[in-house]
């Protein structure tokens, strides 16, 4: 049975469980940590407003790894898990403090906020559409979403929760035993399995048909002239598109977009490659009006600066992108492609949050 559209918010479980995944993550893109993803810096030729429209519809299934199939047991599982602070050291922090459904799944702050109520260094990313990634973090230290279910948990600015101790505590709680055997039968309850059924519940969590969505499909009234011609810029004077490419807007690549940080990103874990310097994964751009503030530092609090920014082409140094340069946006230019950026965003429905195992 196939779905009639991927939901606007986490899945439910009945909607989830008439997906037919038909593809894997692995074959959704080629970088993997220790490495860093090729992407061809160029412009691309004008074409025509059917055939763009052709390169951002949305999928009709929701890819999950061969090794980590879809069940609704693991999805229900994963999301108590989510929302479970008794997964940190404190008690007082869940995945969802970070990445909370009141914020576009993220935490509407410029920077996260750790163990102990400590600022964390970077801005927390949306999982919307995380089902898609390539590869995940800023920098791109960790190759998948099971990876990165247990980095947090255990990363000791974080939720400071040692795998072993979170093992410990989650077996003294006995309505989560008869869950983990339901999802992972002949595995039960392990680090292994935690981060399965996170990275799971996870994978549902997906964007819903926004008004550009509408329009892709036919309907011309469903966003404004103004978004159309931001369409346009974006698809080419402003150049957008070379980065954030395909229905959820991310090539999962790498840039240094020329922000004033010294945070080096990429280049942490790619030291000799000058153009991996202060470069940070591309960000898709579903929900985007509920995910400020921007970049990976939360440095640009509305989308009118992002504009600005990119029109300004960043700072000038060795690792800056070739694409960063000054563009010569009008105000109009930079007011349509503001206009288009909106049509991204859908009306979530309220993800309610589930009752935990006692």
């Given at each position: 049975?196939?779905?009639?559209?991927?939901?606007?918010?986490?899945?439910?479980?009945?909607?989830?469980?008439?997906?037919?995944?038909?593809?894997?993550?692995?074959?959704?893109?080629?970088?993997?940590?220790?490495?860093?993803?090729?992407?061809?810096?160029?412009?691309?030729?004008p074409?025509?407003?059917?055939?763009?429209?052709?390169?951002?519809?949305?999928?009709?299934t929701?890819?999950?790894?061969?090794?980590?199939?879809?069940?609704?047991?693991?999805?229900?599982?994963?999301?108590?898990?989510?929302?479970?602070?008794?997964?940190?050291?404190?008690?007082?922090?869940?995945?969802?403090?970070?990445?909370?459904?009141?914020?576009?799944?993220?935490d509407?702050?410029?920077?996260?906020?750790?163990?102990?109520?400590h600022?964390?260094?970077?801005?927390?990313?949306?999982?919307?559409?995380a089902?898609?990634?390539?590869?995940?973090?800023?920098?791109g230290?960790?190759?998948?979403?099971?990876?990165?279910a247990?980095?947090?948990?255990?990363?000791?600015?974080?939720?400071n929760?040692?795998?072993?101790?979170?093992?410990?505590?989650l077996?003294?709680i006995?309505?989560?035993?008869?869950?983990?055997?339901?999802?992972?039968?002949?595995?039960?309850m392990?680090p292994?399995?935690?981060a399965?059924?996170?990275?799971?519940y996870e994978?549902?969590?997906?964007?819903?048909?926004?008004?550009?969505?509408?329009?892709?499909?036919?309907?011309?009234?469903?966003?404004?002239?103004?978004a159309?011609?931001?369409?346009?810029?974006?698809?080419?004077?402003?150049?957008?598109?070379?980065?954030?490419?395909?229905?959820?807007?991310?090539?999962?690549g790498f840039?240094?977009?020329?922000?004033?940080?010294?945070?080096?990103?990429?280049?942490e874990?790619?030291?000799?490659?000058i153009?991996?310097?202060?470069?940070?994964?591309?960000?898709?751009?579903r929900?985007?009006?509920?995910?400020?503030?921007?970049?990976?530092?939360?440095?640009?609090?509305?989308?009118?600066?992002?504009?600005?920014?990119?029109?300004?082409?960043?700072?000038?140094?060795?690792?800056?992108?070739?694409?960063m340069?000054?563009?010569?946006?009008?105000?109009?230019?930079?007011?349509?492609?503001?206009?288009?950026?909106?049509?991204?965003?859908?009306?979530?429905?309220?993800?309610?949050?589930?009752?935990?195992?006692?």
């Open positions: 049975m196939m779905p009639r559209s991927l939901t606007a918010r986490s899945l439910s479980l009945g909607s989830a469980l008439a997906l037919i995944v038909g593809f894997t993550s692995a074959g959704l893109g080629a970088a993997l940590v220790g490495e860093t993803k090729q992407v061809t810096l160029q412009q691309k030729g074409s025509s407003t059917d055939s763009l429209k052709a390169l951002y519809r949305r999928p009709t929701i890819p999950f790894p061969k090794d980590n199939a879809y069940t609704p047991e693991k999805a229900a599982l994963g999301k108590k898990l989510y929302f479970d602070p008794r997964l940190s050291i404190s008690m007082a922090q869940s995945c969802a403090s970070c990445h909370s459904p009141s914020y576009g799944w993220g509407g702050m410029a920077v996260g906020i750790g163990n102990g109520m600022k964390l260094g970077r801005h927390s990313p949306t999982i919307v559409n089902a898609w990634g390539a590869i995940f973090m800023w920098d230290r960790l190759a998948n979403l099971e990876e990165q247990l980095g947090p948990i255990q990363a000791a600015g974080e939720m929760m040692p795998l072993d101790q979170l093992m410990e505590r077996n003294t006995p309505e989560y035993k008869p869950l983990f055997e339901a999802a992972f039968a002949k595995e039960g392990t292994k399995t935690l399965k059924a996170i990275a799971t994978r549902t969590v997906v964007s819903d048909r926004a008004p550009f969505d509408a329009w892709i499909d036919g309907d011309e009234k469903a966003i404004s002239e103004d159309k011609r931001g369409f346009a810029l974006f698809n080419g004077k402003a150049q957008c598109m070379t980065c954030h490419e395909g229905w959820n807007f991310t090539n999962d840039q240094d977009i020329g922000l004033p940080s010294k945070d080096v990103g990429r280049g874990y790619a030291p000799g490659v153009k991996m310097q202060h470069a940070f994964k591309t960000p898709g751009l929900e985007i009006t509920r995910r400020a503030p921007f970049m990976h530092d939360g440095s640009l609090a509305t989308l009118e600066q992002v504009v600005d920014h990119y029109d300004g082409g960043g700072v000038e140094r060795p690792s800056r992108s070739d694409l340069r000054p563009l010569g946006l009008t105000a109009q230019d930079k007011s349509d492609l503001v206009a288009f950026l909106k049509t991204l965003s859908s009306n979530l429905t309220p993800t309610a949050a589930p009752v935990l195992p006692r």
